[in-house]
């Protein structure tokens, strides 16, 4: 008798083979389950509370996965598609994950049979370039010379996106926002140069866009109400300094044997602070901003002078400040002369504004406004940090418009082109791929189901509409929400980039050949028998 050879620690978790295949899909199909229902305009949201008992409503894909912290080692591949289909386009996040399960769920039976999954995966490949190329071809380009044009459709996509939020009845006071911060931007569109304050109270058409930066007041000492808040044409100062007194107990040890001395060093800390305060004040600065605080002498210095100053002033705060109105953060207050007067800001108006409970700075009629700041309204907390990601998921659609301006119609439309196309391929290939692309056209058809389902339609009916439709060839048929039809969702503006649909079937189709080609999965269990460093430290056993 051979001995039996021991590889693998004692408690070590095997499983391998088919079923194990199949139990990874089966993992996939539950995650899917769980933001089933948020899809589309008639959407559900979700309430999610976390272990600290922060209670989070969404309907956004990616923000329940994040939130559901899913421990499962291949449905985690779900959650980690969703996060790239938000940070690479915004929206579609739970389109992707659908889709993904879909996949895996018409590949099930084919494992079922004993049909080897790298069989599987190289159909699967082979479909998904062939959808992308589909998409290539029937995506309808806009002109970007017209600028009336352009705004259309940004606004149109921006309203298709909306359409499935929170915020779905004002989407066309959004849309145009969206539109707006957007356009302000330089060609590189940088996403953190639009900033977002959240005021609650209110309602949420009161929301505003500002065409340069707003922020909320900053703490401030005693003589700061003291001091003007609206100037026309300021100077800008944009600090990194410290403008206090410190307690010499917290930086410093200093030894004296009279109390001449000790005084000669106050004498000489409060020198220093008046001297960096006075060489503001002759530089001709009217307004200071800085990242450090700014203590109550600075503050009663500047208010007898009639100029206005905030401290603390948040790091992303400051850096849209500069890039608004122009200067540079400063470290030193020395060589402030005429020369170096480039050094400063300025802007048309600033002012500072009560909006509800709260007062804000705005800096208005920036010379180098490439940044806006949405100041956003509304009742609860939760609904307004969802109004938040649903404008970030916007505001990335809009970008990825501006960049790429190459459309499809929602609504389910170009899923079921797709379907029809791949499904009329298949017939033409011989083999065991047929069979694999026919099922993987059909698992197009869950995103107009589920549309249908979750709007509460007879979605074998309006899938059978479609079916005919497309066999038609009117392309951009999809599924009408409002009137439990079909239409052509190209008249109906229900416009979606063409590269959202692009990333969301690749990443889908890469998840699921992913998931196929695990077959073993090994968990190595947590030694109890190894003591832990800090129980070692402890004299623990």
């Given amino acids: 008798m051979k001995p039996m050879i021991v590889v693998l620690k004692d408690g070590t978790d095997s499983s391998q083979g088919k079923s194990q295949v199949i139990s990874n899909i089966s993992a996939c199909q539950a995650v899917a389950e769980c933001i089933r229902t948020t899809l589309g305009p008639r959407g559900m949201d979700k309430l999610i ?8 409503i969404s309907n956004d894909g990616a923000t329940i996965l994040k939130l559901l912290e899913i421990i499962h080692p291949a449905a985690r591949t779900l959650v980690d ?5 938000d940070a690479e ?6 389109s992707v994950v659908l889709l993904a399960a879909e996949i895996l769920k018409s590949t099930k039976t084919f494992i079922d049979d004993g049909m080897h999954p790298t069989i599987i995966i190289r159909a699967i490949r082979k479909a998904t370039a062939l959808a992308t190329k589909k998409i290539k071809e029937i995506s309808i380009n806009v002109k970007k010379d017209d600028a009336k044009e352009q705004r259309l459709l940004l606004e149109k996509c921006a309203r298709t996106t909306l359409s499935s939020k929170l915020i779905a ?23 953190n140069m639009i900033g977002m304050k959240k005021i609650t109270g209110g309602s949420l058409e009161e929301s505003r866009l500002v065409a340069g930066v707003a922020f909320k007041k900053t703490f401030s000492y005693a003589g700061f109400e003291m001091q003007q808040k609206k100037y026309s044409q300021p100077k ?5 300094i410290e403008l206090e007194l410190k307690a010499e107990r917290d930086n410093a040890e200093v030894r004296l044997d009279n109390v001449q001395e000790y005084q000669k060093i106050v004498d000489a800390e409060w020198s220093i602070l008046y001297d960096k305060l006075e060489k503001l004040h002759k530089a001709g600065v009217t307004v200071v901003l ?20 905030a401290g603390r002033v948040q790091d992303d705060d400051l850096k849209r400040t500069q890039k608004a109105c122009g200067g540079a953060i400063i470290t030193t207050v020395e060589n402030l002369d005429e020369k170096s007067q480039q050094i400063f800001g300025t802007c048309d108006l600033f002012e500072e504004t009560q909006i509800g409970s709260e007062r804000y700075n705005f800096f208005t009629g920036c010379p180098k406004a490439k940044t806006t700041t949405m100041i956003l309204r509304g009742g609860a907390e939760q609904f307004i940090d969802e109004v938040e990601r649903s404008l970030h998921d916007a505001i990335m659609i809009v970008r990825r418009a501006v960049k790429n301006d190459a459309i499809v119609a929602g609504g389910g439309a170009i899923e079921m082109a797709l379907s029809r196309s791949l499904r009329d391929y298949s017939r033409t290939v011989p083999g065991k791929e047929q069979m694999i692309i026919a099922a993987y056209a059909k ?6 189901r589920q549309l249908c389902e979750n709007a509460g339609f007879d979605a074998t009916n309006i899938l059978n509409k479609l079916r005919q439709k497309h066999a038609e060839n009117n392309i951009w048929y999809g599924v009408d929400i409002t009137q439990e039809d079909v239409t052509d969702n190209f008249i109906a503006a229900v416009w979606e980039p ?12 890469e998840a699921a050949c992913l998931i196929l080609s695990v077959d073993e999965t090994i968990k190595v269990p947590k030694s109890s028998s190894e003591i832990s460093n800090a129980a070692k430290a402890m004299n623990m056993d």
């Fill in 81 to 85: 598609i969703a996060k790239s289909q």
């Fill in 290 to 309: 800085s990242k450090l605080p700014i203590g109550d002498v600075a503050t009663q210095f500047f208010a007898d002078r009639d100029m206005f100053c």
């Fill in 49 to 56: 509370v976390d272990s600290r008992g922060k209670a989070t």
């Fill in 89 to 94: 386009v915004g929206d579609g996040t739970t």
């Fill in 443 to 448: 698992a197009f058809e869950i995103i107009p």
């Fill in 236 to 240: 800008i100062a944009l600090l990194n």
């Fill in 498 to 509: 063409a590269i959202v649909k692009i990333n969301a079937i690749t990443a889908a189709s």
């Fill in 169 to 191: 009845r004002q989407r066309e006071f959004f849309s145009k926002m969206v539109v707006d911060s957007v356009l302000m931007l330089d060609e590189l569109l940088p996403l």
